[in-house]
């Protein structure tokens, strides 16, 4: 029932997962390099072509989303509710700070940017990215699905932009052969823990809502609860694991990208232990 749950909503996993992430890589490298360049002035301009991986990750979110609504030109008619609906209100953000990504990362293609105009995009991005991924938790604060209706929905998109933003911009930063500064470094690994403490309240305070939501509706989701522990077990492995491996990289480039892809996969599986939960009102008293 949990992957069957999941697999129905691939779309929205997919662009809970990929835009926030992505988003969140894109103000990372931004700062980074606005608040602390580097001398190398050829590995800087290879870190900032290298904002397409970033870039294609948040756009690859953008397109699953329009899966989901059946018709990109559905989007205009959602933002009807703007300022009263939380759906509106999370598509309204998610296109501006989508737009403002792609902006930053034509214009890295194109020409270096000053250390004042990094700095610039990067705390512009930084605020879209936290507006974007909380709005995009409160669009799940649905009365009507219990499980989903609880603080957890944003504790879960804020650890995973915390966790796996700055891990895709690490990596990032490696392949081009960038060379952080140690207090770069250290920003970016401070995050990513605060990320991963984020996603490991997330999956234990959604587990209890979720238990109690089957407690109150007659064991609906009784046969999901055991597949959840198996996938949130597994996403503490591949996160826990996949941040050990970019922690202790030493700026290695295979460890930083192998630790990154466990992460991605890892939250993961974070999503779909949260749509795989999905339980309506409705079907709880059937």
């Given at each position: ?29 931004a ?29 690859v ?19 009807g ?6 759906l ?47 709005f ?22 804020l ?41 490991a309240?997330?999956?234990?305070g ?9 407690s ?46 466990c ?24």
């Amino acid at each position: 029932m949990l992957f069957q749950n999941a697999s129905a909503e691939i779309a929205l996993l997919l662009f809970t997962l990929l835009v926030p992430v992505g988003l969140m890589a894109l103000a990372a490298m931004a700062c980074i390099r606005g608040f602390f360049p580097a001398a190398d002035e050829a590995a800087a301009r290879k870190a900032d072509r290298l904002t397409t991986l970033p870039a294609v990750v948040m756009l690859v979110g953008l397109v699953c989303s329009f899966f989901h609504l059946g018709s990109a030109g559905h989007v205009f008619s959602m933002l009807g509710g703007l300022g009263t609906s939380p759906l509106s209100n999370e598509i309204a953000v998610a296109a501006v700070a989508i737009a403002v990504g792609a902006v930053y990362w034509i214009i890295c293609l194109v020409k270096p940017l000053a250390a004042g105009a990094q700095k610039g995009f990067g705390i512009a991005l930084l605020i879209l990215a936290l507006v974007c991924t909380v709005f995009t938790g409160l669009a799940y604060a649905i009365p009507t699905i219990p499980t989903w209706d609880s603080p957890f929905s944003c504790v879960g998109q804020l650890g995973l932009a915390l966790l796996g933003g700055p891990a895709l911009a690490a990596a990032s930063f490696a392949i081009a052969g960038y060379k952080l500064d140690q207090k770069a470094a250290l920003m970016l690994k401070a995050c990513g823990a605060v990320g991963l403490a984020l996603v490991a309240i997330d999956l234990v305070g959604q587990a209890g809502v979720s238990a109690a939501a089957v407690s109150s509706s007659g064991a609906m989701l009784g046969a999901a609860m055991g597949d959840y522990t198996m996938v949130a077990t597994a996403c503490i492995i591949l996160c826990g694991g996949g941040y050990a491996l970019w922690a202790c990289s030493k700026g290695n480039r295979a460890l930083v990208c192998v630790g990154m892809v466990c992460l991605l996969v890892g939250l993961a599986l974070m999503r779909v232990d949260f749509y795989g939960t999905f339980l309506s009102a409705g079907l709880a008293y059937l």
